[in-house]
């Protein structure tokens, strides 16, 4: 997970945390996991928008 890459490191955090061999996911509460999944979608949305405003 010595990428660099902020992108990239993000999508190993999410995949570590879901993943049925860590059993990470087991360690949050539903309630969490929905803020988790509306903070995702907002990080989302603002990289689509700056990739807009550099292009």
Do not use: C, K, N
């Not at 996991?33 to 700056?50: I, P």
């Amino acid at each position: 997970m010595e990428s660099g890459d902020p992108h990239e490191d993000h999508d190993d955090l999410i995949e570590l945390v879901a993943s049925d061999e860590t059993g990470f996911l087991s360690l949050f509460s539903q309630q969490q996991l929905h803020e988790f999944m509306l903070f995702e979608r907002e990080y989302r949305l603002s990289q689509l928008e700056l990739q807009e405003e550099l292009s």
